[in-house]
């Protein structure tokens, strides 16, 4: 969240390195629809210091060529390797129900039907086999979850809850014995 304007910022791209000498850029988009991120405006750094103004110019594979305003060759473009490009939340399209931006789901709090407290969201995953939400107090506490219906049946925007259904012995912990074996 932006502390000077109380803004929300969604990660929508990531600039993956250099294209040639002349100073493109490759792009990576994490928009639903790859090229929309150049319908966003501004794409500017996570603090908002820096703004990127980005020119399309052709698509590979799984990235974009760009131009980004003040950036002319590979050097300037390798400094900007790894930086993220954000937008503001209100930008973005209204989701619909059931439809979430991972940003909605990060610190919402975590509680079961009887009111366990589990911690916050800390973080959204999909890495091929389902998004799964990481929850805990501590990252040395969190644990994975499914984000299905079965596990989280209900977020709650307005209270910044989620209710969790945790099924039993998913967080074993191991006893003495197990942990010198």
């Not at 820096?50 to 590979?60: I, L, R």
């Not at 400094?79 to 991972?102: F, I, N």
């Not at 709650?156 to 945790?166: F, G, Y």
Request: hydrophobic share 35%; with cysteine.
């Amino acid at each position: 969240m932006n502390k000077e304007t109380g803004s929300r910022k969604i990660c929508v791209g990531q600039i993956t390195g250099a294209h040639g000498v002349r100073g493109l850029i490759k792009l990576r988009s994490f928009t639903a629809e790859s090229e929309d991120i150049f319908s966003y405006k501004p794409l500017e750094s996570e603090d908002g210091k820096q703004v990127f103004a980005v020119s399309f110019k052709s698509a590979a594979k799984d990235h974009f060529i760009v131009s980004v305003e003040g950036v002319a060759d590979k050097d300037a473009a390798d400094q900007l390797r790894g930086d993220k490009l954000y937008v503001a939340r209100e930008v973005l399209p209204k989701t619909r129900k059931g439809e979430y931006y991972e940003a909605d789901l990060i610190g919402l709090l975590a509680r079961d039907a009887e009111g366990k407290d589990y911690g916050k969201v800390m973080g959204v995953y999909d890495h091929g086999a389902g998004v799964f939400l990481e929850i805990g107090k501590t990252r040395k506490d969190s644990f994975m979850l499914p984000f299905k219906d079965e596990f989280v049946p209900d977020v709650d925007l307005k209270t910044a809850t989620v209710t969790v259904n945790v099924p039993e012995g998913w967080l074993h912990e191991p006893s003495k014995k197990e942990k010198l074996t």
